[in-house]
């Protein structure tokens, strides 16, 4: 009973053995002139060569290729590819969409609510209706109380022992009930340092990501300048300025008016000194630096 599975087992390593031996038999690739039956060429071959030369010439035209679609203009033309320009003109123009259609929210119902006021279809104010019934103020409800006595306290305090001008933090009280928008989500890689020379922060985040506007205002200054590359500075309400440096794209011009939270620049690499992409940003303050990270959170 054993010998057939000993017979089969041999049978299968004879195949492979005959297999080995055609891939190594040799044979002689030679080149004849016609007329004189001169040897000019003679090559010896075996058929594992063969398999393993054509191989490699097959993956060496695979890189070849690849190599010219990669690094040559030919890439433009194959379907479905956009270069960078594309990407970023398709990005700018999504963002400008965006922003139109929420412009368009905002007319559609301001236009509404003055329909609406004009036809007298707006209910009477809740506030208006009470007033008849609220209670006169006595002369004992405009007698300042204990806690508006403790609050004077503490102003006149702060205000005996502060040593700055006026008795309190101006900017402080300037910027107070100031909204503002961050500009970019990212890592603050750079801080605020008025003693080196560093009026503002470094903010790295994604490539290619919107730069929005931390308040209302006007565009003043949308230029290129060597070390910062391509500026945009906004002029805001209460003697407030910002400003966006190494940006990659600029997209609001000088004049133009912009909202808070409105994208206007794309995050870039743009100028001498700069190191990777990020966002250089600064707040000013009747020309006095601010440090951006004491009003809003970039992280």
């Not at 041999?10 to 004849?32: H, S």
């Amino acid at each position: 009973m054993p010998i057939a599975p000993a017979r089969k087992e041999g049978e299968g390593r004879g195949a492979k053995r005959r297999l080995l031996r055609k891939l190594r038999d040799r044979y002689r690739l030679m080149l004849i002139n016609d007329s004189t039956f001169e040897e000019r060429f003679s090559m010896r071959l075996n058929r594992l060569n063969v398999l393993l030369l054509g191989t490699a010439a097959f993956l060496l035209y695979g890189a070849f290729v690849t190599a010219v679609i990669v690094y040559t203009p030919l890439k433009r033309y194959i379907p479905g590819y956009a270069d960078q320009e594309t990407k970023r003109n398709a990005y700018r123009s999504l963002l400008l969409a965006d922003s139109l259609e929420r412009n368009i929210q905002e007319r559609d119902l301001y236009i509404a609510n003055l329909r609406a006021v004009l036809s007298g279809e707006l209910p009477a104010d809740s506030a208006a209706l009470l007033a008849p019934l609220a209670k006169k103020p006595t002369v004992e409800d405009l007698e300042p109380g204990v806690s508006d006595s403790m609050l004077r306290e503490r102003v006149a305090r702060e205000e005996a022992f502060s040593v700055k001008e006026g008795g309190v933090d101006n900017e402080r009280r300037e910027l107070a009930g100031v909204f503002f928008f961050p500009p970019l989500r990212g890592i603050v890689t750079s801080r605020f340092e008025r003693s080196k020379g560093h009026f503002g922060i470094d903010i790295v985040a994604k490539a290619d990501a919107a730069v929005k506007a931390c308040l209302s205002g006007t565009v003043t200054l949308a230029s290129w300048t060597t070390d910062a590359g391509h500026v945009l500075q906004i002029q805001h309400a209460n003697d407030l300025v910002s400003v966006y440096k190494h940006n990659s794209v600029l997209l609001k011009k000088v004049g133009d008016k912009v909202k808070a939270g409105e994208a206007i620049a794309i995050v870039g690499s743009s100028g001498e000194l700069t190191t990777g992409p990020h966002l250089h940003f600064e707040l000013w303050l009747s020309g006095e630096p601010l440090d951006p990270q004491a009003y809003m959170v970039f992280e």
